[in-house]
């Protein structure tokens, strides 16, 4: 392999570590704050400070395309899911979930961008995937279960569900978007659209901004900054460069940092029932990395068979 697509491919691993480093902090973020901002207040507070950060860089480096009337269509259903419905019902099961569950429950999506995938976007479904997410979903079931125990609140996991559909909905949304759209530009049309649908709490938020200690005023401007610019423009630029279904399944390893972090810093972790379910979701994960040694011989046969010797090259 030449240098030029190891440095592509080293490229994407570090887009995708950025954005599941992010996104697990962002669990603990959230529920660091929650006594001081109501989801509503919260949504809006870090949807607008990501929409300066992105409309900066839109400004300074970004190449705008006009979408066409389809493309507003999907950015416009893609802007409310992600951006709105799903930090909606993220915040709120929060407030009633610890990080490293709902981070667990949340990650259900990668399940259903990964099977409808391989149907609406044509990516297929290879065997170690299909048993893969079989797996990882047996491992959200376990989760589940933990709600008949009275460990974990009924309400929280059905709104840690609903951001779960809805995330997974955005990403099928996106996957096509990417062909025709620059990432940053997709990305900022979503979040505005979010910070528009999420002003009716704006009293709330400047109410709870006045009332709220620095350290929660300071978490709301990392969530817009880390967790919701950078963090959603990396994974941009990784799903515009691999398939939707491979890179939602890397998500499976946000509950495990997140949980990681949730015990060091708020010294909250799921009941013992989650955390089987969290390994069973994780061993999930391994084998929808596992590629048949048929499948590998076969590509690369196909590979020597393309590649062009010096002695061979046009001239």
């Not at 099977?115 to 149907?119: K, N, P, R």
């Not at 609140?153 to 929280?156: V, Y």
């Given at each position: 392999m030449t240098a030029a697509p190891l440095r592509a491919r080293a490229s994407v691993v570090v887009?995708?570590?950025?954005?599941l480093a992010a996104w697990a902090s962002a669990f603990v973020v959230i529920r660091a704050v929650a006594d001081d901002f109501d989801p509503g207040a919260l949504?809006?507070?870090r949807l607008a400070v990501a929409v300066i950060v992105l409309g900066i860089a839109q400004a300074v480096h970004g190449a705008w395309v006009r979408p066409s009337g389809r493309q507003w269509l999907l950015l416009g259903i893609f802007g409310i899911l992600w951006f709105l419905v799903y930090n909606l019902a993220l915040n709120a099961a929060e407030h009633l979930l610890d990080p490293g569950t709902a981070a667990l429950l949340v990650n259900v999506a990668p399940l259903i961008v990964a099977?409808?995938?391989?149907?609406l976007l044509g990516e297929g479904f290879p065997r170690w995937l299909i048993i893969g997410?079989?797996?990882a979903f047996g491992g959200i079931a376990i989760i589940g279960a933990a709600t008949a125990t009275g460990s974990l609140?009924?309400?929280?996991v059905v709104l840690a569900l609903i951001a779960a559909v809805t995330y997974a909905i955005a990403v099928l949304l996106q996957k096509p978007l990417l062909a025709a759209l620059p990432g940053l530009q997709i990305t900022l049309i979503g979040v505005a659209i979010g910070v528009v649908g999420s002003l009716p709490w704006g009293g709330a938020l400047v109410a709870q901004l006045a009332a709220a200690p620095a350290a929660s005023t300071i978490g709301v401007v990392y969530l817009g900054v880390v967790p919701t610019a950078i963090a959603f423009l990396?994974?941009?630029y990784a799903l515009k460069r691999m398939p939707a279904g491979r890179l939602a399944i890397t998500t499976y390893l946000v509950p495990v940092l997140a949980t990681g972090m949730a015990w060091v810093l708020l010294?909250?972790?799921?009941p013992p029932l989650a955390l089987l379910g969290g390994l069973v979701c994780l061993s999930g994960v391994a084998l929808t990395r596992v590629r048949s040694t048929a499948r590998a011989a076969d590509e690369?046969?196909?590979?020597a068979a393309t590649e062009v010797t010096p002695a061979e090259e046009p001239r």
């Open positions: 887009a995708i570590a950025i954005a949504t809006l507070g099977l409808v995938a391989g149907t997410a079989i797996v609140s009924l309400l929280g990396a994974w941009a010294g909250e972790v799921p690369t046969a196909r590979a």
